[in-house]
């Protein structure tokens, strides 16, 4: 199949402690993931991409790591913050195309 | 630099009718593609478009139509409105047409079908 999906659609967390967010896809083709972030009224904001030839990517407060065998991928934020939270999409590019997930919202609790 | 641009930014109309939406892309991105986002759901694919020319469809009736212009901008249309259409139509830009490129989204065009 060609869907995304995510495994929890909800996570709520403590401010300061570390978040993570997971995705299965089915596409064992797919050589190219996307993280998004989207807030409430908005379009989904570019967090962090990863090729399918690598198993990490770091960026600024987030790690994707991917994991091809079990056709895994998932975002990891440190130390979470009120400003993280949002509903977090996966995207696996299939073909030409990008396939998004359902989305998990992310709730940063005070 | 300016994003994703996109207009207009509501939108409300009758069922029956027909709405165009618009997109403008990142500067130097050649490549237009088009979503809708039905509330509580991920993005799906519409279509998208390459120096001026379709490279991609999704599962969407004929009522949907798309065009890119020489300055890589693009526009939606829509005809026959149903109450199902109501969505939030997303436009994203990016470099190029295979889906290894970065895609960047506009703010959407939230549309209303009564």
């Known amino acids: 199949g060609e869907s995304v999906g995510l495994h929890l659609p909800t996570l709520s967390v403590q401010e300061g402690d570390n978040s993570i967010i997971n995705c299965a896809y089915s596409?064992?083709?797919?050589?190219?993931f996307i993280w998004y972030k989207q807030e409430s009224g908005k379009g989904p904001q570019f967090i962090i991409d990863i090729r399918s030839n690598m198993d990490k990517r770091q960026g600024q407060r987030v790690t994707v790591l991917l994991n091809k065998t079990v056709k895994h991928l998932s975002l990891q934020i440190a130390a979470t913050q009120p400003g993280d939270s949002a509903v977090y999409f996966c995207?696996?590019?299939?073909?030409?195309?990008?396939?998004f997930g359902p989305g998990t919202r992310l709730s940063v609790l005070p | 630099d300016a994003g994703v641009t996109q207009s207009p930014t509501h939108l409300i109309k009758t069922r029956g009718q027909h709405v165009t939406l618009r997109c403008s892309p990142i500067?130097?991105?050649?490549?237009v593609s088009w979503y809708q986002q039905v509330l509580g759901q991920g993005p799906q694919f519409i279509f998208q478009?390459?120096?001026?020319?379709?490279?991609g469809r999704g599962n969407f009736p004929d009522r949907f139509s798309a065009r890119q212009f020489p300055n890589y901008s693009s526009e939606l249309n829509v005809n026959a409105l149903l109450l199902g259409d109501s969505a939030l139509y997303l436009c994203?830009?990016?470099?190029?047409?295979?889906?290894?490129?970065?895609?960047?989204f506009g703010p959407g065009t939230r549309l209303t079908v009564t």
């Open positions: 994203a830009s990016s470099l190029g047409v295979r889906g290894s490129y970065e895609q960047y």
């Open positions: 500067s130097g991105h050649k490549s």
């Open positions: 596409n064992s083709a797919s050589d190219y």
């Open positions: 995207a696996d590019n299939y073909g030409q195309n990008f396939v």
């Open positions: 478009y390459y120096e001026k020319e379709e490279r």
